[in-house]
């Protein structure tokens, strides 16, 4: 089945404890992008990638890194998460550009 | 800066009470406009895609279109399996790799 998976779905966390949220893809798409989504605000993009060792910042980049070692894998990387980065975040892929992303069943992240 | 807007934010139907949502959107060169629906506790799920003002897609009971200024999505005969978030994004010149996206729509069909 195409897919995107991310883990955990659920992770409560505390102030200043690094943690990675994973991101797979299984369609061989080329294009991978990070959201979180907030209440009043949708989503809002955070980090986006067009390629293997190709990444850009978004529109809420502070507190997150990604990297894309692999095609099919694009980490989350929060080194020190603060409680404003408690969210509901997205992965997302897509074939080309131009395409509709398809998404991650998210992961919802609480920082205490 | 780009902006999406939607509305209603929250719209109750009977079931078979036909409606429409609206999206409007102030861009800076629209390179595709997306239409996702999102259940509770999952993410997006991706329905339609339009590039050019006049354009039309359909699926199922839904129907998409588009013009200059604003994106509608119909809904005919909605059943209470079409509750749902329904979100409206763009993708502009100067951020091709972005969706940016409204705050959606939250549609309750009641039988």
């Known amino acids: 089945e195409a897919q995107v998976t991310q883990n955990p779905r659920y992770l409560i966390t505390v102030t200043g404890k690094k943690l990675t949220v994973t991101c797979s893809q299984n369609m061989n798409h080329e294009y991978m992008s990070w959201y979180r989504q907030d209440p009043g605000l949708g989503l809002r993009q955070i980090y986006y990638?067009?390629?293997?060792?190709?990444?850009d910042k978004g529109d809420v980049p502070e507190g997150y890194k990604v990297s894309r070692k692999e095609k099919r894998n694009f980490p989350l990387i929060l080194e020190s998460p603060s409680p404003n980065q408690t969210s509901l975040y997205f992965c997302?892929?897509?074939?080309?550009?131009?395409?509709?992303?398809?998404f991650g069943s998210g992961t919802r992240l609480t920082v205490v | 800066e780009d902006q999406v807007t939607q509305s209603p934010e929250a719209l109750r139907l009977q079931e078979g009470e036909s409606s429409s949502l609206n999206c409007s959107y102030t861009?800076?060169?629209?390179?595709?406009l997306f239409w996702y629906r999102q259940d509770p506790g999952k993410g997006p799920e991706f329905l339609f895609t339009l590039y050019s003002a006049g354009e039309e897609k359909e699926k199922e009971r839904l129907k998409a279109t588009l013009t200059k200024k604003e994106s509608f999505l119909h809904i005919t005969a909605p059943k209470p399996e079409d509750s749902a978030t329904y979100l409206c994004a763009v993708r502009t010149n100067t951020g091709f790799q972005k969706l940016v996206f409204g705050t959606g729509t939250r549609l309750l069909v009641s039988p």
């Open positions: 861009v800076s060169g629209l390179r595709g």
């Open positions: 997302a892929s897509s074939p080309d550009r131009g395409d509709g992303y398809t």
């Open positions: 990638s067009m390629n293997v060792e190709v990444t």
